[in-house]
């Protein structure tokens, strides 16, 4: 099977601008998870899709957003990009998500760099 | 709420040690809890996935302990290799009867082996 793929991996945007990171779960999983990870505050949970619906949704401002298709791909966006929004955003796709035994995995990141 | 602390930060050894990273967390209450590896600049490769009901979990040289209790896991790298240098996170998967909860990440501690 192929792994979890995120596009593009590196992104440079300026202040104000918005952007949008795409994820595509291994084929069957239903869960897609976005996390954002920065020197300072490490990896944080930004929100979880399952079956298209937001099942949960960590400590973000609303700038912060997202949406899953009915394949299971998921996009998210964050609107007037502020410097504090360089970061890595990882997104991570299990069969039954967050709350199960099951373990995630993880794609590659999208290095998000805001000038 | 669950917050999980990982000591050390950062650990250097010379290749061929045995050597332990520590994982604490504050509430007991969780589903499992996992061990991660992140490479520079790179995202998560799922390392081992222990249950909450279960005490330990073993994948080749990496050993991983989990007592609940304390709000504790070890994991266990026996004869560290160069290639075992990454970043190494826990995270715990909160338990929650009646809805989904986050998962929650450590710092990371900052592996270098040194040939």
């Known amino acids: 099977k192929a792994g979890v793929t995120q596009t593009p991996r590196y992104l440079i945007k300026t202040r104000g601008q918005q952007v949008t990171l795409s994820c595509s779960p291994i084929s069957g999983h239903r869960s897609v998870s976005w996390y954002q990870q920065t020197p300072g505050q490490g990896l944080q949970f930004l929100f979880e899709y399952f079956s298209e619906t937001q099942r949960n949704k960590g400590n973000f401002p609303g700038r912060f957003s997202g949406r899953q298709f009915s394949n299971s791909r998921s996009e998210m966006n964050v609107s007037t990009l502020e410097l504090g929004d360089s970061a890595l955003y990882l997104c991570?796709?299990?069969?039954?998500?967050?709350?199960?035994?099951?373990?995630?995995?993880f794609g590659p990141g999208t290095r998000l760099l805001v000038l | 709420k669950q917050e999980v602390t990982q000591i050390p930060a950062a650990l250097s050894v010379p290749e061929g040690e045995n050597l332990v990273l520590n994982c604490s967390f504050t509430d007991s209450a969780i589903y499992n809890l996992q061990w991660f590896r992140q490479d520079p600049g790179k995202g998560l490769t799922s390392l081992l996935l222990?249950?909450?009901?279960?005490r330990e979990q073993t994948s080749g040289r990496l050993n991983a302990s989990l007592d609940k209790s304390s709000g504790r896991s070890t994991l266990y790298i026996a004869a560290s290799q160069p290639g075992d240098s990454a970043t190494y996170l826990c995270?715990?998967?909160?338990?929650?009867?009646?809805?989904?909860?986050?998962?929650?990440f450590g710092p990371g501690t900052s592996l270098s082996v040194i040939p």
């Open positions: 222990i249950q909450s009901s279960q």
């Open positions: 991570a796709s299990s069969y039954r998500g967050q709350g199960t035994e099951e373990t995630q995995y």
């Open positions: 995270a715990v998967s909160p338990y929650r009867k009646t809805s989904y909860d986050k998962v929650i």
